[in-house]
């Protein structure tokens, strides 16, 4: 059974940073791609950024594009996402995602392409 565990979420101030960790067991980590979603309070979930296993290719959301950089330590089954100048639009709870397969497909910014999810944690941006 995969688990994933997300952790480095909190409360901060609108332009400040966070750095998000997700901690992956239970399959081999670095033969597939891994993605973050958030869910903001009464909006569905969606895509934020994703990343090859090999970090070769990395896509990201419009509204993160420039701010956020996903990226992954394969030894340590870790993806983590780097959030910089954060907005209050930024607030949600966030989900590490691990995928179906080990390339970015066309469709990398929908769930269905994630296998396996976390449980979440809350990112706060006060203004």
């Known amino acids: 059974q995969v688990q994933l565990v997300e952790s480095g979420g909190g409360l901060v101030q609108a332009g400040g940073s966070l750095r998000l960790s997700c901690a992956a067991s239970g399959r081999t980590f670095s033969s597939y791609i891994m993605g973050w979603f958030r869910r903001a309070p009464g909006k569905e979930r969606e895509f934020v950024a994703t990343m090859d296993w090999s970090g070769s290719r990395r896509e990201y959301a419009d509204s993160v594009k420039g701010r956020f950089t996903i990226s992954r330590d394969n030894a340590k089954n870790t993806v983590y996402l780097q959030m910089d100048s954060l907005k209050p639009e930024d607030t949600a709870v966030y989900y590490c995602?691990?995928?179906?397969?080990?390339?970015?497909?066309?469709?990398?910014?929908?769930?269905?392409?994630?296998?396996?999810w976390g449980q979440g944690t809350q990112v706060t941006v006060s203004s």
């Open positions: 995602a691990a995928g179906r397969t080990s390339y970015i497909t066309t469709y990398y910014y929908t769930p269905n392409e994630y296998e396996y």
